[in-house]
């Protein structure tokens, strides 16, 4: 099983910051098969980045995302209220899908 | 509108059966792979199952599979969960998701208690 480790656990910011989420995969993803998805409370996860750095319909480019391998970054640019959730990542590159434990994003 | 529908929780008591259902709509079902994924209040999401194509190619977490079943309906355009032996830790909100992930349900909560 792959094993993903998120970081940091909670990230407190002020509005207009920057956020920096990292993912970080125990094993090589070869086909880079890392989303990110962000969830608030009560609701489903909603998927906001597929293929380690493709944005999902409809996400604003505030959001973006990068990496390869073991590595990959989520950064929220201008931050704003709405966007305090949970945000975790998951990789399908192996057959048995993983998640990552989360990271709470505090504006 | 793709859509994702559950049913068919609710509380039951350990050592019992549920069976999950989720109504697919809006997409051609019978060409993704579905799968079910479970959060307990306040934890992690946990992957449990996807069923792909074809009627046999089903993989499952493995500390889930003696006990979680994944199955489809292509005509009715339905994904099914099997449950047994319930356990207290099982409780939680159950998800249908679309391919990797694309789409989610809103979700159904799953309560084991006595």
């Known amino acids: 099983e792959i094993v993903l480790t998120q970081s940091p656990g909670t990230l407190s910011l002020s509005p207009g910051e920057t956020a920096t989420l990292s993912c970080r995969a125990s094993?090589?993803?070869?086909?880079?098969?890392l989303a990110w998805y962000q969830q608030k409370p009560g609701q489903a996860p909603r998927l906001l980045v597929y293929?380690?750095?493709n944005r999902a319909t409809g996400v604003a480019d505030r959001f973006s995302a990068s990496g390869s391998g073991t590595d990959f970054t989520l950064t929220i640019t201008s931050l704003a209220p709405e966007d305090s959730a949970l945000y975790f990542c998951?990789?399908?590159?192996?057959?048995?899908?993983?998640f990552g434990p989360g990271t709470r994003v505090e504006i | 509108e793709v859509q994702l529908v559950e049913s068919g929780g609710g509380v039951v008591e350990p050592g019992g059966s549920l069976r999950l259902s989720c109504s697919a709509s809006?997409?051609?079902?019978?060409?993704?792979?579905m799968n079910w994924v479970r959060q307990a209040p306040g934890r992690a999401l946990e992957w449990i199952a996807t069923?792909?194509?074809?009627?046999?190619?089903?993989t499952y977490r493995d500390s889930l599979k003696d006990r979680f079943s994944i199955s489809r309906d292509d005509a009715r355009n339905l994904v099914f969960l099997q449950i047994n032996s319930l356990r207290e830790d099982d409780s939680g909100k159950y998800y249908c998701t679309k391919d990797f992930g694309s789409v989610w349900g809103q979700g159904i909560l799953v309560t084991v208690a006595s």
């Open positions: 293929g380690a750095s």
């Open positions: 094993e090589t993803l070869k086909k880079n098969y």
């Open positions: 998951q990789q399908h590159d192996s057959s048995l899908f993983t």
């Open positions: 069923v792909g194509l074809t009627p046999n190619y089903k």
């Open positions: 809006g997409f051609n079902f019978r060409t993704f792979s």
